[in-house]
């Protein structure tokens, strides 16, 4: 079944969702490595340079605008695709995301998850 072994690595605090999208990716072949919060997320990050990162914003001890300005402020991960994946709604988040260099900007709400795998793929250039 593994078609790419890329790497994806899933930040979340809501434990639904990361199992959620874990298996819907394991399916297209991908390998999923989970964080549920800022701290663990740039840790995991260092130790396994993933190739895509999903992170959420609102999370414990470190969000995900945090995350992404750490991880776009390190020359390892410049390159490296980062989608914002959030409840947040508001075009001044959206802004702020871009602003920080994520690579796309996506509602939970507004979005089926097949989208999102959509646009997974097409960030990793498939």
């Known amino acids: 079944m593994e078609q790419t072994g890329k790497t994806i690595l899933l930040v979340d605090d809501d434990l639904t ?5 874990e298996d819907r990716l394991k399916a297209e072949g991908f390998t999923i490595v989970q964080a549920k919060n800022g701290e663990e997320a740039l840790n995991k ?3 396994i340079k993933p190739a895509l990162v999903i992170l959420d914003v609102m999370m414990p001890k470190v969000n995900g605008f945090d995350v992404l300005k750490n991880l776009r402020g390190d020359v390892e991960f410049k390159d ?5 994946l959030t409840a947040l709604i508001q075009d001044v988040d959206r802004a702020q995301g871009k602003k ?8 939970k709400s507004e979005t089926m998850p097949g989208e ?5 793929k097409k960030a990793l250039g498939e």
């Open 17 to 21: 969702l990361l199992e959620m999208y």
């Open 100 to 107: 920080l260099g994520a690579t796309d900007y996506i509602v």
């Open 116 to 120: 999102v795998i959509a646009k997974i």
């Open 80 to 84: 490296i695709p980062i989608i914002m």
């Open 45 to 47: 990050a260092r130790e």
